[in-house]
């Protein structure tokens, strides 16, 4: 179900080296980085923690991705969301600088938090 989660930070790369050293224990390291942003892996390395620098004043939404099963099932979560009528971020389409089959959606939760579905389809 939980795919990854994005935390926002007001010193990314100090939350970084937190989260590193205290949950060594767990397996836990860097796995990549995109600019300010960090991708924390178990011992899989696949990112599901990632953080990030703060995004303006005030507010800081959670990022909160789930995974869907098919890319349908990701099309099918973008149709409910717009029906509610919440603000959609982006539509789904591939995401190829996260991998080549990443395929997601994002809008916003009631509470203004970013939240995807994504499904991720890996090329053997």
């Not at 409910?80 to 789904?92: F, M, V």
């Not at 995807?116 to 389809?121: D, G, S």
Request: hydrophobic share 45%.
């Amino acid at each position: 179900m939980l795919d990854h989660l994005a935390l926002q930070c007001a010193d990314v790369d100090a939350a970084a080296d937190f989260y590193i050293r205290v949950f060594a224990p767990c397996g836990l390291r860097e796995a990549m980085r995109f600019g300010a942003v960090v991708g924390l892996s178990g011992p899989d390395g696949f990112p599901k923690l990632w953080l990030g620098p703060i995004e303006g004043a005030g507010n800081r939404p959670v990022h909160l991705a789930l995974t869907a099963p098919s890319r349908q099932a990701v099309d099918d979560v973008f149709a409910a969301a717009q029906a509610s009528g919440t603000e959609i971020l982006h539509e789904p389409r591939v995401w190829p600088e996260y991998h080549q089959g990443y395929y997601g959606v994002f809008f916003r939760d009631p509470d203004g938090n970013n939240v995807e579905a994504v499904h991720h389809t890996f090329s053997a």
